[in-house]
């Protein structure tokens, strides 16, 4: 893209990791002649790695930039996700997988669960699962590319499941590529403009000074930028999200099969994660530390772990939130810099991805930042998390669990507002909130609503069975023509090896 000749905008990313290699590519390859990227890291700061499962959107970013989907993957031992797993939520003994994909199909501008909650009542229905190829797949451990038509293989989606310190480095190569510089050093001081608050110049221990037009915050946690420099208020979330800690510890893989989906158990005091990879199998347990203590987690997660571990237990520590303001003066958080949100339901790097994806649509022009933009930012950042926020709140909420402290104090305690309407205009109609922007559609809440027992009392009134046998016959022939469907995947393993030269060695 060119920028009619004038100066380009200096872009400086702040960290490197999975955050801020995606933003300098992203930005770089994006924006072309408009901008100079220049990130700056140090190999001296270690960075969040663990086994990385993903969203769909992350297949539309990677495509965006060119990259190669097999080279993505053989580069970082990647397998395909159809979608989550989850077990013991609702209650001990439950599980319902979460897919990438819808559950059957609109009926007059009807959506089909209000039919199958119809068919239910009368026995006529097995589980709303059974109407969908996604989770038919995963249970199958099947996998192949949806379909581009209107047919039962376009019904699914798909994302990645990789490891995260392959990742970056990846980026990492790709970006260098498209221009992007990178600068080692550490950060020892930030200086502003005395008048404006702006952020100008990145102080290295080395002696080197950076300066630059726009800065991207992906210092992790820490979140030098925006939250130290330009001071970004923290809204913290940890009253409703309590899990605080994880332990990871990655394992070599127990047998052949590598499974297309991520796993999450819930756990005494939180949940636990695996994410099988071509090479090994990633593992970790988040908790709340108030209910827990370090020593026992990692004892619970070594003695969970199917195959022989790779590395001892390793503690990351965080907590549930987000600034209240992702773009301050002339900075821009991206990733952990800017919220945190646990992994439950694998939307960390789709965070990232969003934030990037509205940086470029809403660049300054010019180089010149206009309040509107910035106000226009950081509506829509508040607007993913909070979303996001409640539905990771419904997985912990919606239970009758009370064997243990934790899962009595998630089930008993106040959610937000927002959340409180969701469930409460389900519980009486069996509908979902609609909006336009963000994360998790119908599909999404219906799939944790029913897989975690929360049926609706009524249901679209507009939904009239006069051959309640004929709908029991279409409901047996779309399961049947699924379940025929999937019995032509190919295996997830063989698919995995027929799209890549080689398959990651097993550990």
């Known amino acids: 893209m060119s920028n009619g000749g004038a100066k380009p905008i200096h872009v400086i990313v702040l960290g490197g990791g999975t955050a801020g290699w995606m933003a300098a590519t992203g930005v770089a390859v994006m924006l072309g002649e408009q901008v100079r990227v220049t990130l700056v890291e140090s190999e001296d700061i270690g960075i969040v790695g663990v086994g990385e499962a993903t969203l769909p959107h992350l297949r539309s970013f990677v495509e965006s930039l060119g990259i190669n989907e097999s080279d993505f993957m053989r580069e970082t031992h990647a397998t395909y996700k159809l979608g989550i797993d989850f077990r013991d939520f609702g209650k001990i003994g439950d599980s319902y997988i979460h897919p990438f994909g819808s559950f059957g199909e609109e009926l007059a501008g009807i959506s089909f669960h209000h039919y199958w909650l119809a ?165 970790g347990y988040v908790y709340a530390s108030s209910f827990v203590d370090d020593d026992k987690a990692a004892d619970a997660i070594v003695a969970a772990v199917e195959g022989a571990s790779l590395a001892d237990p390793r503690i990351l520590k965080f907590r549930a939130g987000r600034r209240k303001n992702s773009f301050v003066k002339n900075v821009i958080g991206v990733g952990l810099a800017s919220g945190f949100l646990e992994p439950l339901e694998s939307t960390s790097i789709y965070l990232a991805q969003m934030a990037i994806t509205y940086l470029i649509e809403l660049f300054p022009k010019d180089g010149k930042i206009e309040n509107a933009d910035r106000a226009e930012f950081n509506r829509l950042v508040d607007m993913e998390y909070d979303r996001i926020r409640d539905f990771l709140i419904l997985h912990y909420h919606a239970t009758t669990r009370d064997d243990s402290p934790f899962w009595d104090h998630v089930r008993t305690m106040q959610v937000p507002d927002s959340l409180a309407g969701k469930m409460e205009l389900w519980k009486r109609t069996g509908r979902i909130a609609k909006y336009s922007e963000g994360l998790f559609y119908d599909a999404s809440w219906i799939a944790v609503f029913l897989g975690q027992n929360i049926l609706p009392n009524g249901i679209d009134p507009r939904v009239s069975v006069p051959d309640p046998g004929g709908m029991a016959r279409a409901l047996s022939s779309l399961k049947h023509a699924i379940d025929m469907e999937v019995a032509t995947m190919p295996d997830h393993r063989a698919y995995l090896h027929s799209r890549s030269e080689r398959l990651a060695p097993q550990l």
């Open 119 to 283: 068919a239910q009542q009368r026995g006529d229905a097995g589980p709303i699962s059974d109407y969908s190829m996604g989770v038919a797949a995963a249970l199958a451990n099947r996998f192949r590319p949806p379909a581009n038509d209107q047919t039962l293989g376009s019904t699914y989606g798909y994302a990645y499941q990789f490891d995260a310190t392959l990742f970056g480095p990846y980026m990492r190569t790709f970006a260098l590529s498209k221009g992007v510089e990178r600068i080692e050093g550490k950060v020892i001081e930030v200086q502003k403009d005395s008048e404006t608050g702006n952020v100008t110049t990145l102080l290295l221990d080395n002696g080197q000074r950076v300066n630059g037009d726009l800065f991207v915050d992906c210092s992790g946690f820490r979140s030098m930028l925006l939250g130290e420099a330009v001071g970004a208020e923290w809204e913290d979330w940890s009253h409703w999200l309590p899990c605080d800690r994880a332990v990871a510890m990655p394992c070599a893989a127990a047998s052949e099969i590598i499974e297309p989906y991520t796993r999450a158990i819930a756990m005494p005091a939180g949940w636990r994660w695996r994410i099988p990879l071509q090479h090994r199998v990633g593992n």
